[in-house]
């Protein structure tokens, strides 16, 4: 059994670029939740998907943006990168269904936009 | 709205002390309560969830839905033990709302 792995590990964007943040689920999770932790925060739920579609949004604008793959695999964009966009951008894979099901963490993305 | 409020951004302690790291939720219906910790250099990984009801790793925590609260306890903490600690609120929905975190520190 694998574990949630993300890449890149580190990267660096200028204000007004695109980035692209990429997520393995682990083996047998169909859920993938991304989260954005800035600095000295906990982090921020940015939105869900389950098998391939979205199910679930928190308070981002339409700039962020995903998808999740067949493997359920799942990516995250963010367009026209501003400066607060700066931050660690966390995936965590989970099993709806079973009780109380656990989100399993990468070791996230650090994203700074210059 | 949910909200989590984890009152204390830093603890410090010695070791062998009572450890007790504070959280407080607001939620209208039943929540689910989970404690997330993260060691140095490693990924946030759950310690424990209130449906569980265990202690793991000689902490426990206990919804009170009276006072809206999830804190959690160790009786003798360990050096260990120093990490950052995330309280967890999920209500209703998979997403999971996450307090500001604590900063544990202990002493030898």
């Known amino acids: 059994e694998t574990g949630v792995t993300q890449s890149p590990t580190h990267l660096i964007k200028t204000r007004g670029q695109q980035v692209t943040l990429r997520c393995s689920s682990q083996?047998?999770?169909?859920?993938v939740s991304w989260y954005q932790q800035a600095l000295g925060q906990g982090p921020q739920f940015i939105f869900q998907y389950y098998r391939e579609e979205e199910n679930g949004r928190g308070n981002f604008p339409p700039r962020f943006s995903g998808l999740q793959f067949p493997n359920y695999s799942s990516e995250l964009n963010v367009n026209a990168l501003e400066l607060d966009d700066s931050a660690l951008y966390l995936c965590?894979?989970?099993?709806?269904?079973?009780?109380?099901?656990?989100?399993?963490f990468g070791q996230g993305t650090r994203l700074t936009v210059v | 709205a949910q909200r989590v409020t984890q009152p204390e951004k830093l603890l410090s302690v010695f070791k062998g002390a009572p450890v007790e790291l504070k959280c407080n939720y607001s939620?209208?219906?039943?929540?689910?309560l989970f404690w997330y910790v993260q060691y140095s250099r490693q990924r946030l990984q759950l310690l424990l969830r209130h449906i569980s009801r265990e202690s793991i790793k000689g902490f426990t925590a206990d919804l009170n839905k009276g006072e809206t609260s999830f804190h959690l306890k160790k009786p003798f903490a360990q050096e260990e033990d120093s990490a950052m600690y995330y309280c967890?609120?999920?209500?209703?929905?998979?997403?999971?709302?996450f307090g500001k975190g604590t900063k544990l520190t202990v002493n030898p």
């Open positions: 967890a609120l999920r209500g209703g929905s998979e997403k999971l709302v």
């Open positions: 965590a894979s989970s099993l709806p269904g079973t009780d109380s099901p656990e989100a399993f």
């Open positions: 939620y209208s219906g039943s929540p689910e």
């Open positions: 083996s047998g999770h169909n859920t």
